[in-house]
């Protein structure tokens, strides 16, 4: 009898330290999610961090809380939001989400979990125009709105490069902001002049034995999508003429200089920015 009573003891002591330890690790891996300086508050599903180390939010209470409407369709598992001029529609487990009828593809999916929509913080920074940052140190997402919609935001570039040797292209420039202009105007383009080197704004390309070697200019005005933001491409074959390559030499640590012409056919109005870059060069262009 006192055996029994022993090992029932130590049981109930082991039952304690796992619940305990659970205790300690959920509170650990509590996920705290504010919107403008403002927690924001779940009643039941809770933000967490999934074995991906991918950070998923419930998607209804943070559109809410931004002023958006949501609905639920249970039988396509489909959940829709309606926020100003924008209306977003994501099925569950997909891979990507429609932004007013433009298809968005992420590298990730939302789930579903405690019956609520959760989804990765890029949803909530790409679909509802959302900045968005990750505090490790206090398992915190700050969110911070869009704001008022204004005719010339400062335009955000990226200069991208190949990561490996498969990859045909030098350069590309994308404008990462692009939605920031498209709150305002449907209706913009853009164009990037190389100011150096300059030999950047002609190319040729081979179309065949017919055409030959053709030459195209590269700074000629664009309009972009919610599916592309690149504005300018330059490949290792065809980044200037066959002359101008005799002319310069790339390097890596080379400056490029760009100017970037927004026009906002809205208004007929049209701004210039110019963005200096150091050209990162890994691979042998032909």
């Known amino acids: 009898m006192k055996y029994l009573k022993k090992i029932i003891s130590l049981l109930f002591a082991a039952v304690l330290m796992i619940t305990m330890c659970f205790s300690v690790s959920a509170d650990a891996e509590k996920v705290t999610v504010s919107l403008d300086g403002v927690e924001i508050t779940f009643p039941d599903a809770q933000p967490f961090i999934d074995a991906r180390d991918r950070t998923l939010v419930p998607i209804r209470f943070v559109s809410e809380a931004m002023g958006a409407e949501v609905s639920w369709e249970n039988e396509t598992q489909t959940v829709t939001i309606v ?5 977003i529609s994501y099925q569950i487990y997909s891979y990507g989400a429609l932004l007013n009828g433009q298809m968005k ?5 939302g789930i579903l979990k405690d019956d ?8 909530i920074s790409e679909l509802l125009s959302c900045n968005v940052d990750w505090v490790k140190d206090t398992q915190t997402v700050i969110i911070t709105s869009p704001g008022e919609a204004i ?13 490996g040797e498969y990859d045909k292209r030098l350069l590309w420039i994308t404008l990462d902001n692009y939605r920031d202009f498209e709150r305002n105007c449907p209706n913009y383009e853009f164009k990037i002049e190389f100011l150096s080197p300059s030999e950047f704004n002609e190319f040729e390309q081979d179309e065949g034995e017919i055409l030959g070697w053709q030459s195209y200019n ?21 980044y200037t003429t066959r002359a101008n390559k005799k002319k310069i030499t790339l390097s890596e640590g080379m400056e490029i200089k760009v100017k970037l012409t927004v026009r906002r056919n809205c208004s007929g109005e049209e701004r210039e920015y110019i963005f200096t870059e150091t050209m990162q060069y890994p691979y042998p262009v032909n």
Do not use: C, G, H, W
């Open 116 to 123: 609520r929509t959760m989804v990765p913080l890029r949803f």
């Open 83 to 87: 926020k100003e001029k924008d209306t």
């Open 151 to 163: 005719a010339f935001p400062e335009p955000k570039l990226t200069f991208n490069y190949p990561q």
């Open 218 to 238: 590269r700074d000629i005005f664009k309009k972009l999508v919610l599916t592309n933001s690149t504005v300018t491409t330059l490949t290792q074959e065809n």
């Open 105 to 109: 593809v992420f590298d990730s999916y």
